[in-house]
């Protein structure tokens, strides 16, 4: 459905210590540094996910009701997931992790050190 996703950031340092454990976490691998770019590029699951200094020169900020969700394996790596989030400089939001509505899925809400609403979801089976 998407080629990408990219969030700006106004400390890189900060950003890749965060992004490296939540994808490690996962079994994903730590961020490529394009530093003529002044980017991270990490690349999962056939996915790309990248975060910048905004091109415009100007300060980032996060996209207000704006969420970036991740597809998880099972509950535990979802778990994983936000520990290595919230260990990394993120926060907690939102409820808990755990199942939602009716069951069918079971979410982690985190934002980055920048303030990017992201979610860990995984599908529960039937």
């Not at 961020?31 to 300060?59: M, S």
């Amino acid at each position: 459905m998407f080629s990408h996703v990219m969030v700006g950031s106004n400390d890189l340092a900060r950003s890749k210590k965060f992004y490296d454990a939540v994808f490690t976490a996962i079994g994903g691998k730590a961020g490529t540094e394009d530093t003529a770019r002044g980017r991270v590029v990490y690349r999962h699951n056939g996915a790309a996910f990248l975060v910048t200094k905004p091109i415009d020169g100007k300060a980032a900020c996060h996209a207000n009701g704006g969420t970036i969700g991740f597809a998880m394996a099972n509950a535990e790596q979802a778990n994983a997931w936000h520990k290595a989030g919230v260990a990394n400089g993120g926060a907690a939001v939102e409820d808990p992790p755990g199942p939602r509505g009716d069951g069918a899925m079971y979410l982690a809400y985190l934002r980055d050190p920048d303030g990017n609403k992201l979610c860990a979801l995984h599908r529960m089976p039937a």
